[in-house]
C-alpha cells in the first residue's frame, strides 16, 4: 500500500471543495513509489497518444543498467511520478498558507505585496482550477522531448534552423509562433533543445486532441521555455512563473523530487532517499516585482532548511555513489566524445525536413535504435569514428580510469602531464562539473520571518552561505577529478595504473 495519499482525496484548505470538484480525476494508473496516480480524461488522452507512448522505450538513465541492471524505468514513468509530484507542491501551498494565516500572528498577507508571502487561498476558485490544470498537463509534458540516451541525443537533435521553418509554416505547430523569437535567440545553439522540442511534439497531440483550443499548448510553452509573451493576460503573468518553479526550480521541484526518490529505489540504493512530507511543508508562494508587475514565485521557509539539506544531500549522494560510478562515468565521456563528433560534423539523422517524417522519426527512435545508429547498423551515420566508439560502447569495451577520485586538482594535473610525457597512449581527463548542487544561486528563495512576522525573502543569504553543509556538497562536488585510458586495453590499464601511484607517492612525499 502506498505512503501516500492520493491528491484527490485531499481537500484544499479554507475551500471546502475537493480537488475533485476542480478538476475531474476520473482515471487511475498504479505506480510502484506513489500507489495510484489519478488522472482526468485529458491526460489520459494525451498518455494515449502514440508521441507520448513513446516515452515507455526511452529509458530515464540511459545506458547506466550496464551498471547497476535494474535501472531500466523509463521516462513514461518519470512524467507520471513528475505530474504526481507537481499536485503534491500545489496542495502543499494551500495547506502551509493555511496553517501560516492561523498563526498566532499571521505570517503571510492576504494582499500580493513585493518580496513578502502570499496566502494563496485567497485566489479565486476559478484561477485555481485553470492553474491546477495547466500544472499537471506541463509537468506530464515536461520531458516529451526528450531522445534516447538522456542528454547523449542531444547532439543528435533537429537542427533549430528546420525547427523554426516548421514553426513558420506548418498549420498544426501555429499556436507557437509567439515563441519564434525566444527560439530565435538560441541561433548559434545549432540543435533545438528537448524543452523546445517538448512544445512542439505536445502542440502536435494537443491538436489531435482539441485542435480548437490554441491556449492550452501556448500555456505550456510558457512554462517550459519560461518565456510569458505580451498576450498572455495579467493573471497568467502572476501564476504561470509559479507554476513553472513547481516543475523547474532548485533546490526542489517536482522533477527532481521524483527522480531522484524513483532512480533510488529502481537502482536498489537508499542514497536518494529523503524527508517528502517535511519538505513538501516547507513551501511556500512569495511575490516578485518583474516589469512592474507582480509575479508569483516558489519560496521556501528557513525552518525548512534542514528538510533542504536533506534533499540536497541525498542528490549529492546518488550523483557521486551512482551517476559518476567509474564505469558509467566512462560510458558517459564515451558518449560525449561522440556528441562532439556529431557537433563537428553536423550528423543530421533527420534527412526529411518535414513534420510528418519528424515525428515518424522520432516515433522509431528507441534506446536500442539509436545505439544501433550510433554502430552504423542502419547506415545513417557512416562516420567511423562514430560507429566504432558505438560499438564499443555496445560490446561493453569501455574506457578504463587509471587514476580517480582525487580531490586535489593540482596533483592529478600534475599527474595527467606526467602519464602524458610517459606513454603515448591516448587519455582523458575528466573534472566533474556540478549537478547535484548545480543552479542552487538562481532557484527557490529563503523566505524568513520579518519584523512584523510576515515571510518574507531573506535577501542577505543564498543557499550556499546559509548552509555549510550545502556550501560544503558543493566543494566536494567540484573536487572529483579523474584520468581515463580511451581504451578498453585492461594490460595498458594496469600500467598506466602503477606509474601514476608512483608519481602520486612521490608527489605526497615531497
Known amino acids: 500500500m502506498s505512503e501516500y495519499l492520493s491528491f484527490s482525496d485531499i481537500h484544499l484548505p479554507n475551500m471546502k471543495k475537493p480537488a475533485t470538484d476542480y478538476l475531474e480525476l476520473v482515471r487511475t494508473i498504479r505506480d510502484p513509489i506513489y500507489g495510484s496516480i489519478h488522472l482526468t480524461d485529458e491526460e489520459l488522452c494525451i498518455i494515449d497518444h502514440p508521441l507520448f507512448r513513446r516515452l515507455h522505450n526511452i529509458r530515464q538513465n540511459g545506458l547506466l543498467y550496464y551498471v547497476f541492471p535494474s535501472a531500466t524505468h523509463t521516462r513514461f514513468e518519470h512524467s507520471l511520478g ?214 508569483f514565485r516558489l519560496g521556501i521557509k528557513k525552518s525548512g532548511l534542514r528538510a533542504v539539506e536533506n534533499f540536497v544531500q541525498a542528490r549529492f549522494e546518488l550523483f557521486v555513489q551512482v551517476y559518476y560510478h567509474k564505469t558509467n562515468q566512462a560510458i558517459e565521456q564515451m558518449l560525449k566524445e561522440i556528441s562532439k563528433k556529431a557537433d563537428s560534423e553536423t550528423v543530421d539523422i533527420f534527412k526529411n525536413k518535414d513534420l510528418n517524417n519528424l515525428t515518424a522519426k522520432y516515433l522509431e527512435l528507441t534506446d536500442k535504435r539509436f545505439v544501433d545508429i550510433l554502430c552504423g547498423k542502419t547506415n545513417e551515420i557512416s562516420n567511423t569514428e562514430i560507429n566504432n566508439l558505438g560499438n564499443d560502447i555496445s560490446d561493453r569495451k569501455l574506457w578504463k580510469r587509471v587514476f580517480g577520485d582525487h580531490d586535489n586538482k593540482t596533483q592529478t594535473d600534475i599527474i595527467y602531464q606526467f602519464l602524458e610525457t610517459e606513454t603515448s597512449l591516448p587519455l582523458k581527463q575528466v573534472n566533474t562539473e556540478p549537478k547535484a548542487t548545480k543552479d542552487l544561486d538562481i532557484g527557490a528563495k529563503i523566505l524568513k520571518r520579518d519584523e512584523n512576522g510576515i515571510y518574507s525573502v531573506f535577501e542577505e543569504k543564498d543557499w550556499l552561505t546559509l548552509s555549510p553543509m550545502v556550501k560544503a556538497l558543493n566543494k566536494r562536488e567540484n573536487d572529483i577529478h579523474r584520468i581515463y585510458l580511451k581504451s578498453h586495453s585492461i594490460e595498458n590499464a594496469k600500467k598506466l595504473r602503477t606509474l601514476a601511484r608512483k608519481k602520486e607517492t612521490e608527489l605526497i612525499s615531497n
Open 82 to 295: 513528475t505530474l504526481y509530484s507537481a499536485s503534491s507542491i500545489f496542495q502543499s501551498l494551500f495547506h502551509n498558507s493555511f496553517v501560516s494565516f492561523k498563526k498566532p500572528t499571521s505570517a503571510v498577507n492576504k494582499e500580493p505585496e513585493e518580496n513578502k508571502a502570499f496566502d494563496i487561498n485567497e485566489l479565486l476558485e476559478d484561477e485555481v482550477g485553470a492553474a491546477f490544470r495547466i500544472l499537471r498537463i506541463a509537468s506530464l509534458v515536461h520531458d516529451l522531448g526528450h531522445g534516447p540516451l538522456s542528454h547523449t541525443f542531444d547532439s543528435f537533435a533537429p537542427l533549430r534552423a528546420s525547427i523554426l521553418k516548421m514553426i513558420e509554416n506548418e498549420p498544426s505547430l501555429k499556436v507557437l509562433q509567439p515563441f519564434l523569437n525566444v527560439i530565435k535567440q538560441k541561433q548559434g545553439v545549432v540543435r533545438i533543445q528537448h524543452e523546445e522540442m517538448s512544445c512542439l511534439l505536445f502542440s502536435i497531440i494537443w491538436n489531435a486532441i482539441a485542435p480548437d483550443d490554441k491556449q492550452t499548448p501556448q500555456l505550456v510553452a510558457s512554462i517550459l521555455l519560461n518565456h510569458y509573451p505580451k498576450f498572455l493576460s495579467k493573471e497568467e503573468k502572476k501564476i504561470l512563473p509559479l507554476l513553472r518553479d513547481m516543475i523547474a526550480s532548485a533546490p526542489a521541484d517536482a522533477d527532481r523530487m521524483d527522480y531522484i526518490e524513483r532512480d533510488s529505489r529502481s537502482f536498489g540504493v537508499s542514497y536518494g532517499i529523503y524527508d517528502r512530507d517535511r519538505l513538501l511543508k516547507s513551501f511556500l508562494i512569495y511575490c516578485e516585482k518583474q516589469d512592474g508587475c507582480i509575479q
